[in-house]
């Protein structure tokens, strides 16, 4: 192994203009929260981890796009569809998969307005 390899990768993503919104928000799509502490939150899920940040900055955000890699992308639509997240969270949207010359995904926009590509590990 190359010594200057890395062993993860642990974003930091904005949580927009309502922080605790955002919060609740990915622990209801499968997060795990960690901690919390002063404006900035550890999630989990599985091996995939990331830092919310109590940040809003719309351009910023809106340019921002990370993959999330599930194990079975049409149940987890499935489990998701059912929670109807955009009425619970305005500003939220979320697409059914569709295929895309890179893969098949769904696009998750979450309450910053950060795009999640969400895929099936191939």
């Known amino acids: 192994m190359n010594e200057l390899s890395a062993s993860s990768l642990l974003p930091f993503v904005p949580g927009g ?3 605790d919104a955002s919060r609740r928000l990915f622990v ?3 997060f795990e929260e960690v901690w919390e502490n002063g404006g900035y ?3 989990k899920s599985g091996h995939a981890e990331f830092i919310l940040q109590d ?3 719309e351009a ?3 340019n921002l796009m990370i993959k999330l890699v599930v194990p079975d992308l049409d149940r987890w639509w499935e489990l998701m569809s059912g929670k109807r997240l955009e009425q619970t969270y305005p500003g939220v949207r979320i697409e059914p998969p569709a295929d895309y010359p890179w893969g098949r995904e769904i ?3 979450d309450l910053a307005g950060v795009c999640w590509h ?3 590990q191939e």
Request: charged content about 15%; hydrophobic content about 50%.
């Open 17 to 19: 203009k309502d922080y």
């Open 28 to 30: 209801e799509i499968g």
């Open 41 to 43: 939150a550890g999630f």
């Open 55 to 57: 940040f809003a900055n």
């Open 60 to 62: 910023f955000a809106s």
């Open 107 to 109: 696009h998750f926009i």
């Open 118 to 120: 969400v895929a099936s």
